[in-house]
């Protein structure tokens, strides 16, 4: 098959789209630390139902897991490797960033015959004799 553009852009799109996502996850880290900060220095420790501390982990965890596995997923797919992880990938990008995780989605899925078939990337067992 033709190697054509669509891999690289889909994986250019996915590593964006994973590098915004660890850029809003660390922001993430840096406003609990200073809502933290700010709470210690106030001497306020108590737990509130409002607490937004919470609800920043919930946010800012899977941010960051969708971010690496984008990146990861990008790097695979300019590579043409492992078209599953490629995908996973492309899907990854989604949450951070729809239109870039949709459109590399849209490019991963349309050139799987571009990729490396998987028993190339896959150690196989040695049959004995």
Do not use: Y
Not at 30 to 48: K, L, N, Y
Request: aromatic share 12%; proline share 5%; glycine share 14%.
């Amino acid at each position: 098959m033709k190697a054509t553009w669509k891999p690289q852009v889909a994986g250019i799109l996915s590593i964006l789209g994973g590098a915004i996502g660890l850029m809003g996850s660390f922001g993430i880290l840096i406003a609990i630390t200073a809502i933290g900060a700010g709470r210690h220095w106030a001497g306020d420790w108590q737990w509130e139902a409002g607490n937004v501390i919470p609800i920043l982990w919930v946010i800012g965890i899977p941010l960051f897991l969708c971010g690496v596995t984008s990146i990861v997923g990008g790097i695979f797919a300019v590579q043409r490797k492992i078209w599953g992880l490629a995908l996973a990938g492309s899907i990854a990008a989604f949450f951070p960033v729809w239109i870039f995780g949709l459109m590399a989605t849209i490019f991963t899925a349309i050139s799987k015959d571009e990729f490396e078939p998987e028993s190339k990337t896959v150690v196989q067992a040695v049959k004995p004799d």
